[in-house]
Nanobody
Framework: QVQLVESGGGLVQPGGSLRLSCAAS????????MSWYRQAPGKERELVATITSGGGSTTYADSVKGRFTISRDNAEKLVYLQMNSLKPEDTAVYYCKGVVRFRDYWGQGTQVTVSS
């Protein structure tokens, strides 16, 4: 079955960097676009970044443009989110999402906390 497993979250100081990873299994990874979302306490889940199946096109939320980079390795079935210049407002649980055969699949999430 489809599985998405995130890793790489943690506590980082403002201005620091983290790289999140999402390992995919159970579907033909290279055929599907992938996205990262985040949800801060008391807020709605929001789309952070999306990458097309081949990795040739990416889109970002305005709040992270220029600081975050989404990428993927289709051979290893991994999608990444490189986060630089982190701010306290980036604190959230970050989720990997894929839409496979018209159904949404989510990972369990990984906590990112930006604090001094």
């Amino acid at each position: 079955q489809v599985q998405l497993v995130e890793s790489g979250g943690g506590l980082v100081q403002p201005g620091g960097s983290l790289r999140l990873s999402c390992a995919a299994s159970g579907f033909t990874f290279s055929r599907y676009a992938m996205s990262w979302y985040r949800q801060a306490p008391g807020k709605e889940r929001e789309l952070v970044a999306t990458i097309t199946s081949g990795g040739g096109s990416t889109t970002y939320a305005d709040s992270v443009k220029g600081r975050f980079t989404i990428s993927r390795d289709n051979a290893e079935k991994l999608v990444y989110l490189q986060m630089n210049s982190l701010k306290p407002e980036d604190t959230a649980v970050y989720y990997c999402k894929g839409v496979v055969r018209f159904r949404d699949y989510w990972g369990q999430g990984t906590q990112v906390t930006v604090s001094s």
